[in-house]
């Protein structure tokens, strides 16, 4: 078990759930049979289904990637919001009117914290890319060429989140403009 993983995925809530609830749809969609439907757990799998192996390349394939695409597309609004009015239109933390805490701030740091929570949270299980990379294995040479890139993507991604790197990419990625901004 990763600690670090496990602890950067509590701080990382509403992502993690979100995570853990599109994959256990899909999971239901596939008829995959689950083994332990909770998401919040204190190991490896906490924002994580625990389920049977799928049985298809493309089950696996929906199964790595569109959660993490849905986490995306859910996060980019969020992130060009917050950055948006933080950056653009100049909100600061404290409002000159009244002397206290700007509500538009807490606005904007909602909308970062959301964005942050989903973007760290886009990719499965070792395990998960591990399967996958065995399903591709069994199929044609065509095949195997036209899932390298994605396979590849989601094995690295599953690694770089299993040992915290990509939440500190995700982390970079959104404060350095934000402290630039000040």
Request: proline share 5%; with cysteine; aromatic share 10%.
């Amino acid at each position: 078990m990763s600690v670090i993983r496990c602890i950067l995925t509590f701080l990382t809530l509403p992502g993690a759930y979100a995570h853990a609830f599109a994959e256990h749809v899909l999971l239901k969609c596939t008829r995959t049979p689950v083994e332990d439907s909770a998401y919040l757990q204190r190991n490896e799998l906490c924002g994580h289904v625990e389920h049977k192996p799928v049985r298809s390349l493309g089950a696996g394939l929906a199964l790595c990637m569109a959660p993490g695409l849905l986490a995306a597309a859910l996060s980019v609004p969020m992130l060009w919001a917050g950055m948006l009015f933080l950056r653009q239109w100049g909100v600061t933390l404290y409002a000159i009117q009244t002397g206290g805490v700007s509500g538009l701030f807490v606005v904007c740091a909602a909308l970062l914290y959301l964005a942050f929570a989903l973007l760290c949270n886009l990719f499965p299980t070792v395990e998960d890319a591990l399967f996958l990379s065995e399903a591709r294995r069994e199929k044609s040479i065509p095949i195997r060429l036209l899932t390298a890139l994605p396979v590849l993507f989601v094995r690295i991604g599953a690694w770089c989140a299993r040992w915290g790197v990509w939440h500190l990419l995700c982390a970079a990625s959104i404060l350095c403009p934000v402290l630039i901004s000040f």
